[in-house]
């Protein structure tokens, strides 16, 4: 289990008008020996990046971006739980700052009514079993007008101010993903998964549902049961048999 407490999480915020990806950039100034707990934001991104390889795209000063440096003394193995932990934070974030009702698609999505409104994206680097750094970046859509979303997403996509229909404070949701990580890494640090799951468990809409799970080419049906210590998806296929699925192999959708 993780035993150091990372409580330092925006200590100093490096604010950008424009660069390629929060990622990297918090990428590179951690191989330079950054400091842990460090964010780096910015107004925009000309080469943001989503899970899978996808691009990850939102209008100038329209979206909060963000990465943050991470160098827990933990195993490899816990870097999914970290990012799932990030899901509860942004979830709960969202839920106080707008009173939307987020809830955390499988591993760490985050939808309001069926549309996506934030991604979460973890990279880190490890040398034997402990980690130099983990970089977690997240891009939630804020102030996007509809037409802000590509005609193609508008369907699956959403921001806060169209579920809200009123824009909505970055700075806020800033003050208050810093208070909720503060929170729930320290009950992460002292309980571990149980905590990590009954947290996501309470936030997620994934758990309960007919999931289609695309792995390479084949893709399975199953119920949507549980996660597992090590974030994986645990599904009840057809035959009875229960599954565990790594969000690093497959994506899901629903039934
Ligand atoms: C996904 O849904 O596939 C993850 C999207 C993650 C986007 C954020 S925006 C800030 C940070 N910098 C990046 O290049 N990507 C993440």
Known sequence: LPHKHISLLGKE????????STNSVARQMAVSGAAEGIIVMSRSQSAGRG??????????????????????QISVQFVPQLTLLTAVVVAETIKIVTGCAAGIKWPNDIFINDKKVCGILAESSFSKSNFEYIIIGLGINVNLGIHHLPSDCQKTSTSLSLELGEN???????????????????????????????KWI??????????????????????????????????????????????????IRKR
């Open 13 to 20: 915020i490096y604010l950008f008008r424009e660069l390629t």
């Open 51 to 72: 899970r899978m390889q996808r691009q990850w795209h939102c209008p100038p000063g329209k979206g909060l971006l963000l990465s943050m440096i991470l160098r827990p």
């Open 168 to 198: 909505v404070s970055r700075v806020k949701l800033l003050r208050q993903f810093i208070i909720s990580w503060d929170e729930h890494i320290q009950g992460f640090v002292k309980a571990g998964h149980p905590y990590l799951r009954d």
């Open 202 to 251: 309470k936030n997620n809409v994934t758990l309960g549902e007919n999931v289609i799970v695309n792995k390479g080419d084949s893709c399975l049906h199953g119920l949507a049961v549980d996660i597992s210590e090590k974030g994986g998806l645990i599904v009840r296929l057809a035959d009875g048999s229960l599954q565990e699925f790594l969000a690093e192999d497959v994506s």
